[in-house]
């Protein structure tokens, strides 16, 4: 259990602060439309497709490092909370429909995102 929760500390660690400096890239629109989110958003999503893939095409994969790389990395990359409030900050302000766009373009694109990643695994092993 130990090793299990410092697996997922050390990972939420690095995906904390890669979230961070990801996020300071300068990528404004007119419309306030969030894509520096969007794009962390995505990325996380790639990745954790990419790692479940692996990890279930390869037996020996390590549990504690599925748990840092899917949990912690992933997991502490990824920006639902800032995806969350920013779509609330976006409706508040009166722009609905950029709000409604976040929102379906987010959660289709991180779809599509993993369902890519199974693909290239299963299409690579």
């Known amino acids: 259990m130990l090793i299990n929760c410092l697996a997922v500390g050390i990972g939420g660690a690095i995906g904390s602060i890669s979230r961070y400096l990801f996020g300071l890239i300068p990528i404004q629109t007119s419309s306030g439309f969030p894509l520096s989110t969007l794009g962390i958003n995505i990325t996380g999503a790639f990745c954790v ?17 599925l748990l840092l790389l899917k949990v912690g990395l992933c997991g502490g990359f990824t920006t639902f909370s800032a995806f969350s ?25 991180c779809i599509f995102a993993t369902a890519g990643a199974h693909v290239i695994i299963n299409e690579t092993f």
């Open 49 to 65: 497709g990419l790692i479940v893939g692996v990890a279930s095409k390869n037996t020996g994969f390590s549990p504690h490092l």
């Open 85 to 109: 409030i920013e779509t609330v900050e976006l409706m508040q302000n009166g722009k609905l429909a950029i709000a409604v766009l976040y929102v379906v373009v987010s959660v289709a694109l």
